[in-house]
């Protein structure tokens, strides 16, 4: 399964309209991971494929996407994206949380339910 990558228009539209809201309002419906990636970078290689497999086994539970700072820089620097992968975990409500590097699928499981409350 492909996950869908967004740009900064898209983004605009299904997780935050930065330009609009100065205090962070999500636009989704369903809690939602982003991974701020590039194809030069080893470590964001290693966890695409686990994203790829979190993203059947919860299927409509949660959405997630990828953004390539490489060709979205204006979106990377929005969120002060210094190093990669960096990964941003938006739940319903509340403020979203990032974190960095290559997260062991455990690891990723265990934000999923605590941080974006989702149950498999």
């Given amino acids: 399964m492909k996950l869908e990558h967004l740009t900064n228009e898209t983004f605009k539209e299904k997780i935050f309209n930065y330009e609009d809201n100065k205090e962070w309002k999500f636009e989704g419906n369903t809690p939602a991971i982003i991974d701020f990636y590039a194809n030069w970078c080893g470590p964001c290689k290693t966890i695409a494929p686990i994203l790829e497999e979190l993203k059947e086994e919860y299927g409509d539970?949660?959405?997630?996407?990828?953004?390539?700072?490489?060709?979205?820089?204006?979106?990377?620097?929005?969120?002060?994206?210094?190093?990669i992968p960096s990964l941003l975990f938006i739940p319903k409500e509340g403020q979203p949380q990032m974190a960095m590097g290559a997260l062991p699928k455990e690891t990723f499981k265990q934000a999923i339910s605590e941080v974006l409350i989702v149950a498999e």
């Fill in 61 to 83: 539970k949660l959405d997630i996407f990828k953004v390539n700072t490489e060709e979205q820089r204006e979106l990377s620097s929005v969120f002060g994206i210094q190093s």
